[in-house]
Every structure is written in structure tokens, then in C-alpha cells.
């Protein structure tokens, strides 16, 4: 007998109506610099299955093309994947972009420069959420977020994250379709996709969790293989037919400021 790798996740979310709550999802793609054959495969997954995505675009490889497809397709929105996507740390601490090993104001001018950049190139598109390269921001850094613009942050979901200081919202990743083997990625599998996506909406819905953080699943368009791809196109469609799960969009998370 045959067990459907989303049984989990659909048993899950049938304890949701109990509670009187529907089950906030989202979904980001990382590293966005340039339009190409997998980034129009992305945007033709969003816009045939109905579901936003926030794509963590890198400010300094961004340009008029990546602008052009982004306006053109109302399902994607562009967040900041920091500046540059340049490590900066020293050898043997792995790569920081967003660490403090430079002075804080060249950090944060860089920043400052990057949300510029794109808010000129997708305009109410741009959703001012930063998403830290590698998933690797100092907490000091984070108070002085607020004072760039920034209304929130996303990054790889951790029980140990620093608390996240007034004005910010965090919306972080809880699943990455892809396991990292130092330059090769490949996709993650059915289960243990389910089982992180699982994990994150019983702690959700028991309260041990932020409540209202929506749930958060990673791609990375230019790493993804068919069994990826497959993997996500199945997961939207599933999520999508149950009445008590929902997708919500980075505009919806990260409201502009009044």
C-alpha cells in the first residue's frame, strides 16, 4: 500500500477548523538578478496555481529587464536579498553579507542604496522586507532596520532567532525545498518537505510558535530540478483545494506603511 506523502500535511490542516483559524502560507524564492528560463517557469507557476510569491532580488545584479518581467507578472514581488550577495566574513565562519565584519555604517549604507535601487526599478511591487544572503544577519544590525524603511525580515526559520525589535516583522522560511552539499543543491524530498511544513503549523496551532507567522517555503528558481518543481506545483494545488489552508501574499505580510 502506498502512502501519499501529503497525508500529514492534509490531517494537519483538518485540525485547523477546530481551532477557528485558517493556516497561513507564503512562499519566496531567493537569489533574483536576472530574468531567464527558470525565473519565467516561476512566474508561470504563480500565475496558473494563483499564488504570490516574494522574490529576494539582489539589488547590485538587478536591472530594467528583471523590472520589465516582475511588473508584468501581478504575482510576483520583489524583496531585497541584501546588497550584493558578497561575503564579507574572514575564512572559516561561513559567508556573511549582513555580518558586522565591516563598520555599520557601510552596511547599512549599502542597504540604504539597494532599497533605492529597487524601489525605482518595481515601484509598488517593491515589498520592503529584507532577506539576509545566506540567511545570516548580526543582530545588531536588526534595530537599525526600521530607520532604513524596512517593515520586516525573512530569514531561515531558527529556534535560537534573536528577538526581532518593534517596527519589524518576521515572516521566515520553515521549509527549503533544496539541501545544500557545498555547491551542489538538490531537492530536499516529498517527505521531508511535508514533515518541516507540518512541524511548523502544529506548533502554529498549539500556540508553542508565533500564531499569526505565516508559514514560509523556500525555492531557489535557478537551483530547482523537475522534482522540485513538481514538488511545489503539487504542494500549491493540494494546500490550495483545503478550506482551511491559505496563501498569503508578501504585500499581505508586509503592508506598506500609512
Not at 485558517?22 to 519565467?40: K, Q
Not at 510569491?53 to 510576483?76: F, Q, T, Y
Not at 553579507?97 to 517593491?126: C, I, N, Q, W, Y
Amino acid at each position: 500500500m502506498t502512502t501519499d506523502p501529503f497525508d500529514p500535511l492534509l490531517r494537519e490542516l483538518d485540525a485547523w477548523p477546530s481551532a477557528g483559524r485558517r493556516a497561513a502560507l507564503w512562499g519566496r524564492d531567493d537569489d533574483a538578478g536576472a530574468p531567464g528560463p527558470a525565473l519565467d517557469r516561476l512566474a508561470r507557476l504563480s500565475a496558473e496555481r494563483g499564488v504570490d510569491c516574494g522574490l529576494a532580488v539582489i539589488p547590485a545584479r538587478a536591472g530594467a529587464p528583471l523590472g520589465e518581467l516582475v511588473l508584468a507578472s501581478p504575482r510576483l514581488h520583489a524583496l531585497q536579498h541584501g546588497y550584493a550577495h558578497v561575503n564579507h566574513a574572514p575564512p572559516g565562519g561561513g559567508a556573511w553579507e549582513l555580518g558586522l565584519h565591516r563598520p555599520l555604517d557601510e552596511v547599512t549604507s549599502e542597504l540604504g542604496a539597494g532599497m533605492a535601487a529597487l524601489k525605482a526599478l518595481f515601484g509598488p511591487r517593491f515589498v520592503a522586507a529584507l532577506v539576509p544572503p545566506w540567511n545570516r544577519i548580526d543582530p545588531g544590525l536588526l534595530p537599525h532596520l526600521p530607520g532604513l524603511g524596512f517593515l520586516g525580515v525573512s530569514a531561515s526559520h531558527k529556534r535560537d532567532a534573536p528577538e526581532t525589535p518593534p517596527g519589524l516583522r518576521r515572516a521566515d522560511a520553515h521549509c527549503d525545498l533544496l539541501d545544500w552539499k557545498g555547491h551542489k543543491a538538490f531537492f530536499s524530498g516529498r517527505e521531508k518537505c511535508v514533515t518541516n511544513i507540518v512541524e511548523h503549523l502544529k506548533k502554529k496551532r498549539s500556540g508553542h510558535v508565533d500564531p499569526d507567522e505565516p508559514t514560509g517555503v523556500l525555492t531557489h528558481h535557478l537551483e530547482m530540478d523537475d522534482d522540485a518543481w513538481h514538488f511545489m506545483d503539487d504542494l500549491i494545488s493540494v494546500t490550495s483545494s483545503h478550506p482551511a489552508a491559505q496563501w498569503v501574499s508578501p504585500a499581505e505580510i508586509w503592508p506598506p506603511a500609512a
